[in-house]
T-cell receptor, first 113, second 114 residues
């Protein structure tokens, strides 16, 4: 597609439930990133996929968070046993490499009640 | 590893006044530098980027930024702001290679008053 697509755009879930967030990157983009943006705060790096290399998971806040990406296509971010502090906008970005810039999706707003 | 510090969390300014939003970074390797803007309830939009060459970079909406290697800074400026510039501004850095993660500062809220 023309841009980075994220779904759902909004998700309300009960505390303790698992959620799965999806990101469709721009076709051909080798790099894919997940960020978390809490209300009124900056973008917190979560995980980074680059081609077939092992992902950089250094930003994942706990073992309740995991992400997968098959090849250079769709990625899913899974949060298990959600907590209220997981409430945030989760942003996905894709890139052909730093020099060519990064394109962001519109995000998924997750609310844990 | 890279890090970014945006020195001001909020910058109030009157319409048609000049503004500077400050950004400092640290890195052990050469970097690319970016400024993104996030308007209320919207996604991130690239304002401008520094890759190499001229240290003064011009972006969209009349914004410009200057890369200062000795000061490790990449401050964003606009000579005359509009109400519509009210938004959150993020400075970001990535290693100057085809791999490596993009790291953001905490953001600066620009509040333009009439």
């Amino acid at each position: 597609g023309a841009g980075v697509s994220q779904s759902p755009s909004n998700k309300v879930t009960e505390k303790g439930k698992d959620v799965e967030l999806r990101c469709d990157p721009i076709s051909g983009h080798t790099a894919l990133y997940w960020y978390r943006q809490r209300l009124g705060q900056g973008l917190e790096f979560l995980i980074y996929f680059q081609g077939n290399s092992a992902p950089d998971k250094s930003g994942l806040p706990s073992d309740r968070f995991s992400a997968e990406r098959t090849g250079e296509s769709v990625s899913t971010l899974t949060i298990q046993r959600t907590q209220q502090e997981d409430s945030a906008v989760y942003l996905c970005a894709s890139s052909l490499g730093g020099r060519r810039g990064y394109t962001f999706g519109s995000g998924t707003r997750l609310t844990v009640v | 590893a890279q890090s970014v510090t945006q020195l001001d969390s909020q910058v109030p300014v009157f319409e048609e006044a000049p503004v500077e939003l400050r950004c400092n970074y640290s890195s052990s390797v050469s970097v690319y530098l970016f400024w993104y803007v996030q308007y209320p309830n919207q996604g991130l939009q690239l304002l401008l980027k520094y890759l190499s060459g001229s240290t003064l970079v011009k972006g969209i909406n009349g914004f410009e930024a200057e890369f200062n290697k000795s000061q490790t800074s990449f401050h964003l400026r606009k000579p005359s702001v509009h109400i519509s510039d009210t938004a959150e501004y993020f400075c970001a850095v990535s290693p100057s290679s085809n791999t490596g993660k993009l790291i953001f500062g905490q953001g600066t809220t620009l509040q333009v008053k009439p």
